[in-house]
Nanobody, 123 residues
């Protein structure tokens, strides 16, 4: 199983930006599918974005046009650039990985998870 460590969360005002990072311990997973998920208090975990390669990504409708997922296989690192943040983006954000080759937003398909990083957006 791969170890995943997220960073970059914080508290921002609506309209501002944040970039989340996720360092993976195994290059084999960073070359597979990796994704970002989030969970707000009292809500189910939801898929935000997933990536297999730069031209093979998938986004939740709620973040399309505002968030960008990318990964650097040489650094075994996944990123999530979040622009135009809204209060409803407030959640714990988790990085996840699986060896498949489809950018799934379904959490049950992921076998490795990070501990999460908190993102809080105030209005």
């Amino acid at each position: 199983q791969v170890q995943l460590v997220e960073s970059g969360g914080g508290s921002v005002q609506a309209g501002e930006s944040l970039r989340l990072s996720c360092a993976a311990s195994k290059s084999s997973y960073s070359s597979g599918c990796m994704g970002w998920f989030r969970q707000a208090p009292g809500k189910e975990r939801e898929g935000v974005a997933a990536i297999v390669s730069d031209d093979y990504t998938r986004y939740a409708d709620s973040v399309k046009g505002r968030f960008t997922i990318s990964k650097d296989n040489a650094k075994n690192t996944l990123y999530l650039q979040m622009n135009s943040l809204k209060p409803e983006d407030t959640a714990m954000y988790y990085c996840a990985a699986q060896p498949g080759r489809y950018p799934s937003l379904q959490s049950h398909e992921y076998s490795s998870w990070g501990q999460g990083t908190q993102v809080t957006v105030s209005s």
